[in-house]
């Protein structure tokens, strides 16, 4: 039968000679044989009355074809629903975008069990109407470091905030982006930066000279934020929330060690977790969008940081042996391995230098043996401490570290390497050190809530100069929200065992003479 466009119904088998999978979705227990239901009426989409047209000259249908129609009784109501959808799509097309398209409507609110109000972690966030400009941001020669870069925006502030910048204070991303709350001055500058680096013992300066190029991206109005955020439009405000969410981590991330979306600082709490490592507390922060508008959602977090102590007394308590006797084979390619990539800062020279450990001596430092001023004459690593620097060696069974490059490796004894301060762990922590670490995050709800409310506090959002510049105010409390206590839901076991039915508790049941179904 013709469809009423006039075109052919879509085939009702898949692949040639193949009949299609009729299977429904998995869904566990309550999965089974589908079959295309048209939609009602109020589902479709409304099309433009149609044109009658001719029908097209029938086709000639062979025994088989014949016999697998005759199989499928819902052939009619199958073709009536596929060429409807097919001309409700034809008149309608799906948007482009995924973000543009409306979920349907709740039916309504509140309609099982009964009402209650909850304090969630979210901190109601209020926006001038202001004009946000975004600008592009270059360093050469290129830093792969964000700590390196933002010391670099900060001394282009400090340097040229008055005279090049128009008195505009800025949010950094920290790679390739800055914000003002207003233009700059400028289209497009490049500006020279000089960073001098002053080692604390000795007092030597030590200059570095970078080139900033700053060039206009794109202009960001907030005025109509709000209607846009009632009407759904994602796509439009995507950019603006990314932006402000960087303008709220700007002070952050210049006071805390920031990894990630977390801030940490060793003044909230700092505790060891064993093998040389310790925990520290902070939080984490992200702006959202909600159904009352934009929110900071504010958490407590923990992470594993190096202690900051000399690698000797990290490797004597990475082992847990004692460092008076040589290491073993097994126990030096662990110590390798552990301290791999580790900063470390020495200071017997008289003055600070740091270096990244790369590898470890297969000797040890009384026996790894190095030419002295490029003569022929070789000397041991302790012997040349004890010679230059007057410092005896307490553990010379322990192997040296190793630096610098592959061509060019400099070894140092262990114990006058002290790792930097501020390093998180990275690798997997073992049962113990998870424990620990749970048991500092894990909180009942009312010391959770305490927890985050003094971080806010801590951190004066709205005292710091730059939300004040861009017109942003967080909200001091924790959202109170409507919520509904839905009814406990009956669990059903397998009927072996002596129950079958239970109610739960407060959240808790009990699994004794119960069988699960298989």
């Not at 099309?47 to 014949?66: N, V």
């Not at 966030?125 to 870069?149: G, H, Q, T």
């Not at 505009?168 to 490049?190: E, M, V, W």
């Not at 230059?388 to 400099?410: F, H, N, T, V």
């Amino acid at each position: 039968m013709p469809s009423p466009s006039g075109q052919k119904p879509p085939s009702s088998t898949g692949r040639r000679g193949h009949r299609p999978s009729r299977r429904g979705g998995g869904g566990g227990r309550g999965g089974g044989r589908g079959v295309n239901v048209p939609p009602s009426p109020s589902q479709l989409p409304t099309a433009s009355p149609l044109q009658p047209t001719p029908a097209p000259p029938a086709t000639r249908r062979s025994p088989s074809m014949e016999h697998k129609l005759a199989r499928s009784p819902r052939r009619d109501h199958l073709q009536a629903s596929s060429s409807t959808q097919s001309v409700a799509v034809a008149v309608n097309p799906m948007p482009g975008s995924s973000n543009s398209l409306r979920p349907p409507a709740r039916p309504g609110f509140g309609l099982s069990g009964y009402p209650v109000v909850v304090k969630a972690n979210h901190f109601l966030v209020s926006v001038a109407d202001l004009d946000l400009y975004r600008y592009n941001v270059f360093i050469s020669p290129e830093v792969s470091s964000k700590k390196v870069c933002r010391v670099i925006m900060k001394q282009l502030d400090n340097s040229f905030w008055e005279s090049t910048m128009g008195n505009k204070i800025f949010a950094y991303d920290g790679r390739n982006s800055c914000y003002t709350a207003g233009k700059l001055p400028f289209n497009s500058k490049d500006i020279v930066v000089k960073l001098v680096d002053t080692d604390k013992i000795s007092g030597a300066r030590r200059e570095c000279e970078f080139k900033v190029s700053i060039n206009f991206a794109s202009k960001h109005d907030l005025s109509n934020l709000q209607q846009l955020i009632e009407g759904g439009q994602l796509d439009a405000l995507h950019d603006t929330v990314q932006c402000l969410d960087i303008i709220l981590r700007e002070r952050p991330s210049n006071d805390y060690e920031a990894i990630g979306q977390s801030f940490f600082l060793r003044n909230f709490s700092d505790q060891e977790l064993g093998n040389g490592l310790e925990y520290w507390k902070g939080f984490s922060q992200s702006l959202r969008l909600t159904q009352m508008g934009l929110s900071l959602n504010i958490d407590t977090s923990a992470r594993a940081f190096y202690e900051p102590i000399y690698v000797s007394d990290y490797v004597c308590k990475y082992l847990n042996k004692d460092l008076t006797r040589p290491l073993s084979d097994q126990d030096r390619l662990e110590v390798k391995r552990a301290l791999k990539g580790i900063r470390v800062e020495i200071n017997h020279q008289g003055h600070i230098q740091r270096h990244k450990i790369v590898g470890m001596s297969t000797e040890s430092t009384e026996l790894t043996m190095f030419s002295l001023d490029g003569s022929d004459a070789t000397i041991s690593v302790v012997q040349y401490f004890l010679q230059k620097y007057k410092i005896m060696l307490k553990y010379p069974c322990l192997p040296a570290l190793q630096a610098g490059s592959s061509s060019k490796s400099i070894y140092f004894p262990m114990e006058v390497c002290k790792i930097v301060d501020g390093q998180f762990y990275s690798k997997k922590l073992n049962a113990r050190q998870v424990i620990s670490l749970l048991e500092a995050t894990c909180q009942r709800p009312f010391d959770r809530e305490n927890s985050i409310t003094d971080m806010v506090k801590y951190n004066n959002y709205n005292a710091k100069e730059i939300l004040n510049t861009f017109g942003i105010n967080v909200g001091p409390q924790l959202t109170s929200i409507k919520a509904q206590l839905l009814p406990t839901p009956r669990l059903k076991y397998h009927g072996s065992g002596l129950l079958s039915n239970v109610l739960p508790s407060v959240g808790q049941w009990s699994m004794i003479d119960r069988v699960g179904f298989p």
